[in-house]
């Protein structure tokens, strides 16, 4: 069955560099939950989209920037990148229609 | 491979009453096991967060149970109200040389008049 599929699976980037993940929701979903987690920390939700629409804002910083397009699939765009940036970033798609809640495997970010 | 699997898919029922969800993971080795409470299109709640060593932990009305030998969990909620509807989430932390979590597909919580 087909999962929620993040890239890349892993990106090192530098100080201030900006950087892009991207999320592929499971078919006829139209959710997408963006959440960072940290090393040994909870995941903090970062921002929802329903319908090309954010839905909801979490703990997400200004540098942070996140869309969902038309064939449902979300970027997150993150500029000036910090240190403090370098965690595990998870995808999770839902849909209002069918049950089921499935997450991506990840991307994981260094800065270095 | 690691996996969470929660049951079941759905659940509809009557304000008032009494429900429980349940989790099973092959996670291991074990690290801690949490419950969410998440409305679609929105950010989750932490609802409990248990150890390998604890049994069971409450919140309100909502209580989770935790048997490590088994690798199940169980999460009662009490006297539903209708805000109780959402998704409830549960989510398997293993240790390793990264964290990693293993999510399961979570329980659509429907209550009703």
């Known amino acids: 069955a087909a999962g929620v599929i993040q890239s890349p699976r892993h990106l090192i980037k530098e100080k201030r560099e900006t950087a892009t993940l991207k999320c592929y929701p499971i078919?006829?979903?139209?959710?997408v939950y963006w959440y960072q987690q940290g090393p040994g920390q909870d995941p903090q939700f970062l921002i929802s989209?329903?319908?090309?629409?954010?839905?909801d804002k979490g703990s997400i910083p200004d540098r942070f920037s996140a869309q969902q397009f038309s064939d449902y699939h979300s970027e997150l765009n993150m500029s000036s990148l910090e240190l403090g940036d370098s965690a595990l970033y998870f995808c999770?798609?839902?849909?209002?229609?069918?049950?089921?809640?499935?997450f991506g495997s990840g991307t994981r970010l260094t800065v270095v | 491979k690691n996996q969470v699997e929660q049951s079941p898919q759905s659940l509809i029922i009557l304000e008032g009453k009494n429900c429980t969800l349940q989790?099973?993971?092959?996670?291991?080795?074990?690290?801690?096991l949490r419950w969410y409470k998440q409305d679609t299109g929105r950010g989750p709640v932490s609802l409990t967060i248990?150890?390998?060593?604890?049994n069971t932990k409450s919140n309100g009305r909502y209580t989770a149970t935790l048997d490590a030998d088994t690798k199940q969990s169980s999460l009662h909620i009490t006297a539903s109200q209708l805000s109780d509807s959402a998704s409830y989430i549960c989510?398997?932390?293993?240790?390793?040389?990264?964290?990693?979590?293993?999510f399961g597909t979570g329980t659509r919580l429907q209550v009703t008049l």
């Open positions: 078919p006829r979903h139209d959710t």
């Open positions: 989510v398997v932390s293993f240790t390793g040389t990264a964290s990693k979590l293993t």
């Open positions: 999770a798609s839902s849909s209002r229609q069918y049950y089921g809640y499935t």
């Open positions: 989790c099973n993971y092959t996670v291991s080795p074990f690290s801690n």
């Open positions: 248990m150890t390998f060593s604890e």
């Open positions: 989209f329903y319908e090309k629409m954010q839905s």
